[in-house]
């Protein structure tokens, strides 16, 4: 029991003030590499989504984020603690205190991703009735420098909702691989978050072999390296070593050092992206939880 002297951990919605706390303790993480210092003022201007801070011994001590990519579709994302003060509980009660802020505002179904490393997060999750839908790993392959035919077309302005619904069919995106990736956040696919990842996010979206397939691919950058990262492939999945190796000749392609899909890790698929050119990273597998 705390004594009228001890600190007591409270949260709240987080506020431009809590800046410098949480950028001090994000420099402890990832060697210095968290993403967080980045995103902060964006995160916290953007109207769809909201940050929550815990305060322990009057300074920012932790940090979680909850966004609405679209009707129905919630991400939880940013989650972090000190590492000064790890195991004291604090992780624990943020996670539940934005859950619990979901529950009373939010509808429809609640995702995030955890390393396949970090087992605490992955009990908390399942303690808090979260369900794991997948897993998946980051494969990367160069870009080949080729002349020749390339068979992608860039998605025109009218092929929007078109390329929405190619991309829901089972047969084209089965589930487990049929969800949408942009920039670290997951989501059954929308014609909005399509033109999200266009407009916003400047990413690519083409055509393949006169429909017969669809690639979306976005920006990203890890290591100083520039990275073209995939975030949905849809077509027959016997394709996709077609698909990737012309991604992967692509001209569009050709100013990143890496192209890079985080797909789901099973053993057949394994073998048609081996096939292609692409190799995972075992240290990098990311799990999928979600909640209704």
């Not at 995939?230 to 190796?245: F, H, K, M, S």
């Amino acid at each position: 029991m705390n004594s009228f002297t001890s600190p007591v951990l409270s949260i709240r919605p987080t506020l431009p003030i809590d800046r410098q706390d949480i950028l001090d303790f994000c420099k402890l993480i990832w060697d210095g590499h968290d993403y967080i210092p980045y995103v902060f003022d964006e995160w916290l201007a953007d109207s769809r989504g909201l940050m929550f801070s815990a305060l322990y011994a009057g300074r920012v001590v932790g940090l979680t984020r909850i966004v609405e990519q679209v009707p129905g579709q919630w991400w939880l994302e940013g989650f972090r603690v000190d590492p000064r003060l790890q195991g004291q509980g604090i992780g624990s009660r943020l996670h539940r205190y934005a859950v619990a802020w979901w529950r009373e505002h939010g509808q429809g179904i609640l995702r995030l991703w955890t390393s396949s490393q970090r087992v605490k997060v992955h009990h908390l999750c399942e303690q808090d009735g979260f369900i794991k839908t997948m897993e998946r790993a980051p494969y990367n392959a160069p870009p080949i420098h080729s002349t020749e035919s390339i068979n992608l077309t860039p998605l025109a302005e009218s092929d929007f909702a078109e390329a929405t619904d190619f991309a829901l069919r089972p047969e084209h995106a089965p589930r487990e691989r049929g969800m949408l990736d942009a920039w670290w956040q997951s989501a059954v696919p929308e014609e909005s978050l399509l033109r999200w990842l266009v407009e916003q996010a400047e990413g690519q979206i083409f055509w393949w072999r006169k429909r017969r397939g669809l690639v979306c691919t976005w920006d990203g950058s890890e290591d100083g390296q520039r990275i073209s990262a995939v975030g949905l492939l849809a077509c027959a999945e016997a394709d996709l070593p077609a698909i990737l190796t012309d991604l992967r000749q692509h001209p569009s392609q050709r100013g990143y050092e890496i192209i890079t899909w985080r797909a789901p890790f099973r053993p057949g698929l394994d073998a048609l992206l081996q096939s292609a050119g692409f190799s995972y990273d075992n240290e990098n597998r990311i799990v999928q939880y979600e909640k209704t």
